[in-house]
């Protein structure tokens, strides 16, 4: 069995700039939820996926996007770069959607350390 | 709000001694409540979770909490400490205000002496 992925492992960007982050999750898993984790902080919650739907979302601005396609894999898109949005950026899938996307164990992938300079 | 606060940003055990990491929570309704632990270059795992059933969870790798409503409390507990325990530990928060979103904690760093 495959565990969550995350791609790529570090990225260094200039604000203003765009990126695009990539999650591929655990196999027969349908619900993916992105997490931004500042350093010496807990993971702050983004969005959530169900099915290629937004299922949830957390205080973040609209530059942050999302997309989950058919294979239930991701993507994190976030637009015009601020200093700020340097974190590791965390990826986790589960079995359902709705409460129990939330409720059920979710599995993490190891994250994408971005850095904006 | 849900809030969630964990004493400690380090906690510091020899080995084979008590671990007690504390966390915290805020909510007006029954919550669910997780711990997770999150080793070097690596992503989060759930150690736990208490989810209105029974009070005294167990967990992975010899770890259990209990749910105190009314300290609203969910320490996490291990008797005797390896090296291999060495990790930061996260506590989180879901309820129906959140939508279910989870809510975390800072974060505790576990330290290990040999």
């Known amino acids: 069995e495959t565990g969550v992925t995350q791609s790529p492992t570090h990225l260094i960007k200039t604000r203003g700039q765009q990126v695009t982050l990539r999650c591929s999750s655990q196999?027969?898993?349908?619900?993916v939820s992105w997490y931004q984790q500042a350093l010496g902080q807990g993971p702050q919650f983004i969005f959530q996926y169900y099915r290629e739907e937004e299922n949830g979302r957390g205080n973040f601005p609209p530059r942050f996007s999302g997309l989950q396609f058919p294979n239930y894999s991701s993507e994190l898109n976030v637009n015009a770069l601020e200093l700020d949005d340097s974190a590791l950026y965390l990826c986790?899938?589960?079995?359902?959607?709705?409460?129990?996307?939330?409720?059920?164990?979710?599995?993490f992938g190891p994250g994408t350390r971005l850095t904006v300079l | 709000a849900q809030s969630v606060t964990q004493l400690g940003s380090h906690v510091s055990v020899s080995e084979g001694a008590l671990v007690l990491l504390r966390c915290n929570y805020s909510s007006s309704v029954p919550p669910y409540l997780f711990w997770y632990v999150q080793y070097p270059n690596q992503g989060l795992q759930l150690l736990l979770k208490?989810?209105?059933?029974a009070t005294l969870v167990k967990g992975i790798n010899g770890f259990e909490a209990e749910f105190k409503k009314s300290e609203t409390s969910f320490h996490l507990t291990k008797p005797s400490a390896h090296m291999s325990d060495a990790a930061e530990y996260f506590c989180a928060v879901s309820d129906l205000d959140s939508n279910y979103q989870l809510i975390w904690g800072a974060g505790t760093k576990l330290i290990i002496k040999p």
């Open positions: 208490y989810t209105s059933a």
């Open positions: 196999s027969g898993h349908n619900t």
């Open positions: 986790a899938s589960s079995m359902a959607g709705s409460l129990a996307g939330f409720t059920d164990t979710q599995y």
